[in-house]
T-cell receptor, first 111, second 112 residues
Framework: GENVEQHPSTLSVQEGDSAVIKCTYS??????FPWYKQELGKRPQLIID?????GEKKDQRIAVTLNKTAKHFSLHITETQPEDSAVYFCAASSNDYKLSFGAGTTVTVRA | EAEVAQSPRYKITEKSQAVAFWCDPISGHATLYWYRQILGQGPELLVQFQDESVVDDSQLPKDRFSAERLKGVDSTLKIQPAELGDSAMYLC??????????FGPGTRLTVT
């Protein structure tokens, strides 16, 4: 099955700086890569996703890049704000639509 | 905005007891998923339904866990008997075929 590794496990950034989270996957058939944000005690919220026919996607302050050859994808958050503090999960799936999640990155934005 | 509903939000039970969780997906979403999330880890898929049919339950501990979606709408996940290691957040998600998965608020289970 698919194995998704996520780094770093924790990330502390100064407000206004950028944050980058990286994930690798093992199954070359994976073609859908979503990112979820989970605040303490709340449901995971889909924040951005990318499909394998696209190399980069941006939505305001967040962007995701995908390198299919290297089997890795990254989340970039620019101009971080305190409300960006949360746990972020990457995931991957193929045409079976079953998501395999990374272990999560706890992001703390320091004011 | 439509959301996935789950109940109860919290459940405390003693080991060897039975426990059940309920999920109501977003209207029109044919695909429903149950995940287990252990504290500090990402969600792990337990079972996937397409309408009323199980698509994948390979990670479901079938000796104690069961899941059903009889009319292809809401779903129930049951554990009997519960064990201490079952303490976790149980998340339900739904999606249109091949589209984004939306999660419910989860049921936090504590087994004592």
């Amino acid at each position: 099955g698919e194995n998704v590794e996520q780094h770093p496990s924790t990330l502390s950034v100064q407000e206004g700086d950028s944050a980058v989270i990286k994930c690798t996957y093992s199954d070359s058939a994976s073609n859908y890569f979503p990112w979820y944000k989970q605040e303490l005690g709340k449901r995971p919220q889909l924040i951005i996703d990318i499909r394998s026919n696209v190399g980069e996607k941006k939505d305001q302050r967040i962007a995701v890049t995908l390198n299919k050859t290297a089997k890795h994808f990254s989340l970039h958050i620019t101009e971080t704000q305190p409300e960006d503090s949360a746990v972020y999960f990457c995931a991957a799936s193929s045409n079976d639509y079953k998501l395999s999640f990374g272990a999560g990155t706890t992001v703390t934005v320091r004011a | 905005e439509a959301e996935v509903a789950q109940s109860p939000r919290y459940k405390i039970t003693e080991k060897s007891q039975a426990v059940a969780f309920w999920c109501d997906p977003i209207s029109g979403h044919a695909t429903l998923y149950w995940y287990r999330q252990i504290l500090g880890q990402g969600p792990e898929l337990l079972v996937q339904f397409q309408d009323e049919s199980v698509v994948d339950d390979s990670q479901l501990p079938k000796d104690r866990f069961s899941a059903e979606r009889l009319k292809g709408v809401d779903s129930t996940l049951k554990i009997q008997p519960a064990e201490l290691g079952d303490s976790a957040m149980y998340l339900c998600a739904s999606s249109l075929q091949g589209r984004e998965q939306y999660f419910g608020p989860g049921t936090r289970l504590t087994v004592t």
